[in-house]
């Protein structure tokens, strides 16, 4: 059970196995999601509001900016509440729909006449009674709030203290459909709020605390948050309650948290703790008016006119700066106005809680996708269909961002795939690595290198088969092997050590020359070109080695000799060589076992039969036709005769090799060839006077070139032929 267990996992793959395992921890991971992962997710979704911001828009909301020409003209903040009076009259007569304050009034006004009196030294009777009969800055601020929508900030504190709460918190309507939201709210252990006359005064109250991400962004703002365990709306939300007229919020829920959050007409989607990502826009100028400029009767009524405004603050030294995916400085203020025009444009964005879900089973899907095609797909497919897959994430994330308003996470799914897809890729190095040094390790010793480096890379090939292709074939035998062979019968080391001698050096000429050593039968080779590796010019490159082979014997017949002893017997070493081309069967033969790469066919029966027909004809090579046509002009190619060989209608035309392309070239060569053409033309014509007299002719050339042994025998057949011929007469 044990073996099988194992072979099943070997057949499945240990890069798959590990594939599998590193998925399952990555999903843990995201399951989890540490701050990197949610950090990571957030910046993907910063670059797309970069890419593409939402639309400026300047005829909604305005903001009575408390900048600094208007610090430096009303000096320092706090103004006193009369001058904030002032603000909202000012405000309402031009037409201003709701009023938002982005500021806070926990405290009376020190500079209220009633506190003044029990700040101010040596006031005299009269003084003091004038004081006293002027009116509470604090009053006159709370009657302006009355007199028009006015919705006061609150401002949340994320750490408890002892402070003793003096009243609850102002309500507002919160009607919920589904669970109780108080589990997923955002919630703020203390509510810092406005003055008791003040929050009776206004139509609403709505918190303007926000909370940046762990890289200190703002990106999203609770719309409705839990603070002193009571429900409170956001100060954007509870102006658009007041502007809409509602009496009451709807938060609509299910068991992963909260899905949105309603007033009047507007849904607005959220996360599963009540925040809305802001779509932010680009930072508008003309959004912003001068609190100096409105008091001082500068502004033009469209400035004003049926906006809701926020009362905020973007001096720098009032310490109201945000860092937002667009601005790394907005004022705070202009968060509440970015939401407003979000959700009065209808283009928030949302991130609902099934997003994880897809994005989890994306990179699920796309993972087991890799490991299921990546042992089965080459490298250059692959890598098109991961880019491919790369491209529509991101393209399907792009799309529900810019169309949808949706936020779906692309780099965790990419990067889970590219993990996997790395990890599939290193153990299959490491594993095809391994499997190249057996390789290397089992045949380096039997099969040329190039054979071992095709086979290294594809370690499928030691399968049994094979494939048809023209091959260019190779039979080597060593003549009068059998009396060398007596010299050595008390010395069987040394005629091993002989053969060795002799086949390193020929061997080395076959390979160096791109062929591929078959086997060695005794004192015989057999090889062949153009296979396993393709070669366009095996012909000529078994032709090389050929003579080569030829060169490499001469050098060992004379390193015999001068290593032989006074009187010691060193019989000379010859060997007979036989090519020829043609189709072939090449591949791996044999049985399950045991197999041989090999070649098969007439082509390599005839090569065989050509390399007996040296010692008949007296040459040391021979070459079939088709090897001859293929070489001709490159070497120095001569035709010897024909055959009727078994199986053919045609006879087969052979020839010798007698050197290379300078030979070919020479003029006695040329001359040598063109006497030795018209011999054969004689002799086939049966001109057997005019052969003789032709071959005759050319004895001298022939001795040059080592044809002698075959001229004597042509001479003999043609004076036999004369004989035959007189008796038959």
Not at 278 to 306: C, M, T, W
Not at 702 to 708: E, I, T
Request: proline content about 5%; overall charge negative; aromatic content about 8%.
């Amino acid at each position: 059970m044990t073996r099988g267990l194992l072979r099943r996992m070997h057949d499945f793959g240990t890069g798959r196995i590990v594939a599998l395992l590193l998925l399952v921890e990555l999903l843990a991971l995201r399951i989890w999601d540490p701050r990197p992962i949610e950090a990571l997710r957030q910046k993907s979704f910063d670059i797309y509001q970069l890419l593409h911001p939402r639309e400026a828009t300047n005829d909604l909301v305005a903001i009575i900016d408390i900048d600094e020409p208007s610090l430096r003209a009303l000096g320092q903040w706090p103004w006193p509440r009369t001058i904030m009076a002032d603000i909202v009259s000012k405000v309402s007569e031009l037409g201003g729909t709701v009023i938002g304050f982005d500021v806070l009034f926990p405290e009376a006004d020190r500079s209220s006449p009633d506190v003044a009196l029990e700040t101010f030294k040596g006031l005299d009777d009269a003084a003091r009674q004038a004081l006293q009969s002027l009116p509470n800055n604090d009053m006159i601020f709370a009657e302006a709030v009355r007199r028009a929508k006015v919705v006061l900030g609150q401002s949340g504190y994320r750490v408890s203290g002892t402070a003793p709460i003096d009243r609850p918190a102002a309500q507002t309507g919160i009607a919920t459909l589904g669970p109780d939201p108080r589990p997923f709210l955002v919630d703020f252990p203390r509510l810092l709020r406005n003055l008791p006359i003040l929050d009776e005064a206004a139509k609403g109250h709505g918190l303007f605390s926000v909370i940046p991400e762990g890289d200190g962004t703002v990106r999203r703002v609770p719309l409705v948050a839990l603070a002193d365990e009571t429900m409170v709306p956001s100060l954007s939300l509870e102006m658009l309650r007041v502007l809409t007229g509602s009496g009451a919020i709807l938060i609509r829920t299910d068991a992963s948290g909260i899905r949105s959050i309603a007033v009047h007409d507007f849904d607005i989607p959220t996360d599963g703790k009540g925040r809305i990502w802001i779509h932010f826009s680009p930072p508008s100028p003309a959004k912003y008016v001068s609190a100096i400029d409105l008091l001082r009767g500068n502004v033009r009524p469209e400035q004003i006119a049926g906006k809701m405004i926020l009362v905020g603050t973007s001096a720098a030294g009032l310490l109201d700066l945000k860092v937002t995916p667009v601005h790394p400085a907005l004022p705070g203020v202009e968060l509440h106005a970015q939401l407003l025009e979000s959700a009065l444009t209808g283009s928030t964005l949302s991130r609902p809680s099934y997003t994880a879900f897809v994005e989890v089973s994306l990179a699920t899907l796309l993972s087991l996708a890799l490991i299921a095609l990546a042992p089965r797909m080459n490298a250059g497919t692959l890598f098109i269909l991961g880019g491919a897959t790369a491209v529509l994430t991101l393209g399907v994330s792009w799309y529900c961002f810019r169309f949808l308003g949706l936020l779906i996470d692309y780099t965790f799914p990419l990067i889970s795939g590219f993990l996997v897809y790395a990890v599939l890729v290193c153990t299959n190095y490491v594993s095809v690595s391994a499997d190249r040094y057996r390789i290397r390790s089992a045949f380096s010793q039997y099969i040329s290198p190039a054979l071992v480096e095709e086979l290294a890379r594809s370690p499928e090939k030691l399968t049994l088969g094979g494939e048809q292709r023209e091959l260019t074939v190779l039979f080597s035998d060593v003549r009068g092997f059998t009396g060398i062979a007596e010299l050595y019968k008390g010395d069987p080391q040394g005629l091993t050590a002989l053969i060795n001698r002799l086949f390193t050096p020929l061997t080395n000429d076959i390979i160096e020359r791109k062929g591929t050593i078959d086997k060695y039968m005794g004192d015989a080779v057999m090889a062949f070109w153009n296979a396993p590796l393709l070669d366009s010019a095996h012909a000529a490159n078994a032709c090389d080695a050929a003579l080569s082979m030829l060169e490499s014997l001469a050098r060992l017949n004379d390193q015999r000799l001068r290593e032989a002893g006074d009187g010691e017997e060193v019989p000379p070493l010859r060997i007979g060589i036989g090519l020829n081309t043609g189709p072939c069967v090449v591949g791996n033969f044999g049985s399950d076992l045991h197999f041989n790469y090999s070649v098969l066919g007439d082509t390599v029966n005839l090569a065989s039969r050509l390399e007996g027909l040296t010692k008949q004809y007296g040459v040391p090579i021979v070459i079939g036709e088709k090897t001859a046509h293929s070489v001709q002009g490159r070497f120095a190619v001569l035709e010897l005769d024909q055959l009727q060989v078994k199986g053919k209608t045609e006879p087969e035309r052979i020839f010798t090799v007698l050197g290379r392309a300078d030979v070919a070239r020479s003029v006695a060569f040329r001359e040598l060839a063109d006497l030795n053409g018209a011999m054969l033309s004689a002799y086939r014509s049966r001109e057997w006077a005019h052969a003789l007299e032709t071959i005759i002719l050319c004895r001298d050339l022939g001795k040059r070139f080592g044809l002698d042994e075959y001229q004597v025998m042509m001479i003999e057949r043609i004076r036999q032929m004369i004989d035959n011929t007189a008796s038959f007469n």
